[in-house]
């Protein structure tokens, strides 16, 4: 038998990654299905499997729109005077 290598995919069941991402089976299905989360249907009776590795890509993927979230709410939220430093004052 063929050692398993350490490049080999390993795959989650859509209930595990339900579990770790805190939502329904359907929604990781549903993720399969927009391409955010690469999994297959295996076995006999097919059942979808998970990719381990897109799980880490989906979480990072959803990190760093978060981190970009963040600093668009921060540049909304900045005003000029705190950008440019103040207005020079005119005297009419």
Known sequence: MPEASDK????LAPA???ELLSIEVD???ALVHE???????LGSP??????EASLADYLE??????RR???????NDASFP???????????
């Open 8 to 11: 080999a995919p390993r795959f």
């Open 16 to 18: 595990q990654v339900a």
């Open 27 to 29: 929604e990781v299905i």
């Open 35 to 41: 391409g955010r989360l690469r999994g297959a249907e």
């Open 46 to 51: 097919p059942r979808w499997r998970i990719e």
């Open 61 to 66: 993927e959803q990190s760093e729109d978060a």
């Open 69 to 75: 979230q963040a600093l668009w709410r921060q540049a």
């Open 82 to 92: 705190e950008l440019w430093g103040p207005a020079p004052y005119r005297r009419d």
